[in-house]
């Protein structure tokens, strides 16, 4: 049981460049969320999904899109990479709405921008 | 904005001895989790605590919760190495899109044998 696969791991870009992280999730839940975690700022949500096409705003959205075309898919893309997008990303997944259960996170994404 | 604020930022102790940690929180919440991050992975969930429960045990772990206070705290009752991890408390956050969690920014966590 993989739980939430997150690729790739590591990643550097140049600014301007654009790329997509996927995260993929087996246990069939309904909501998945994108986070950023930065020295000293804890882990800050960027989207989130409540379901197979849906997606909402989190926290810090600007310079990121999301899809989830597929319930067991979520992606965040970056249009055009800027240096403060520099950050480990986290995915998570959770069965469903109910704040009673856990969230589930994948390993991250380091991602650089030079 | 974040929810949640963990005290302290650090803390450094021996094996065998028991760590605290405290988070604080301004809005009304239903449930609060604790969450452990080792090195270079992702948040491990570790215990949830509901806004009428005072007091919950899991193993090692005690969490106690303070709704007119607004905090909580997460207590590792005689401390190994392999807890050396930073932990961060959650609360919940609902909208018209959903619910999602804001996280605190953690304490790290040193048990030195």
């Known amino acids: 049981n993989a739980g939430v696969t997150q690729t790739p791991k590591f990643r550097v870009l140049k600014t301007g460049q654009s790329m997509t992280l996927l995260c993929a999730q087996d246990?069939?839940?309904?909501?998945m969320y994108w986070y950023r975690q930065d020295p000293g700022m804890g882990l800050r949500l960027i989207h989130y999904s409540v379901g197979e096409g849906t997606t909402a705003k989190g926290e810090v959205p600007d310079g990121y899109n999301v899809s989830r075309l597929k319930k067991q898919n979520f992606l965040l893309g970056l249009e055009s990479a800027a240096p403060s997008q520099t950050s480990v990303y986290f995915c998570a997944s959770s069965p469903t709405g109910n704040s009673n259960q856990p969230q589930h996170f994948g390993d991250g994404t380091r991602l650089s921008i030079l | 904005s974040q929810q949640g604020e963990e005290d302290p930022q650090a803390l450094s102790i021996q094996e065998g001895e028991n760590a605290t940690m405290n988070c604080s929180y301004k809005t009304s919440i239903n449930n609060l989790q604790w969450y452990r991050q080792n090195s270079g992975r992702g948040l491990v969930h570790l215990i949830l605590?509901?806004?009428?429960?005072r007091e919950k045990h899991s193993g090692r772990l005690r969490v106690t919760l303070d709704t007119s206070k607004k905090s909580s705290s997460l207590l590792i009752t005689a401390s190994r190495a392999a807890d050396t991890a930073s932990y961060f408390c959650?609360?919940?956050?609902?909208?018209?899109?959903?619910?999602?969690?804001?996280f605190g920014k953690g304490t790290s966590l040193l048990v030195t044998p």
């Open positions: 246990m069939n839940h309904e909501y």
């Open positions: 959650a609360t919940d956050v609902y909208s018209n899109s959903g619910y999602a969690l804001n």
């Open positions: 605590i509901r806004s009428n429960e």
